[in-house]
């Protein structure tokens, strides 16, 4: 079984920026295949932000340049740092192991951006 926990949400006004955790524990053989995924309401799920299997980062266009993943291999910990933040960024985010989930997903982290 895979526990994924996300924190660090909340509310923000255009432009501002957030850094999100996600801690994973359980069944999770490595987060060097972790990735970001946020959904808005009334809209699927989509991928954001992921570890490539050499080590390098990929992002979806709409927050290139904006976000950015990392990680923590000795806390089992992967962050997001979104900046520049838009109303249209508005999501819960969730993380989870990319291209292929894990079935048991956290909670997600809410992100609003309004002001």
């Known amino acids: 079984q895979v526990r994924l926990v996300e924190s660090g949400g909340g509310l923000v006004q255009p432009g501002g920026s957030l850094r999100l955790s996600c801690v994973a524990s359980g069944s999770i053989l490595s987060i060097n295949r972790m990735g970001w995924y946020r959904q808005a309401p009334g809209k699927q799920r989509e991928w954001v932000a992921y570890?490539?299997?050499?080590?390098?980062?990929n992002y979806a266009d709409s927050v290139k340049g904006r976000f950015t993943i990392s990680r923590d291999n000795a806390k089992n910990t992967i962050y997001l740092q979104v900046t520049s933040l838009k109303p249209e960024d508005t999501a819960v985010y969730y993380c989870?192991?990319?291209?292929?989930?894990?079935?048991?997903w956290g909670q997600g982290t809410q992100v609003t951006v309004s002001s």
């Open positions: 989870n192991r990319y291209p292929v989930p894990y079935d048991d």
């Open positions: 570890f490539t299997t050499f080590g390098n980062t």
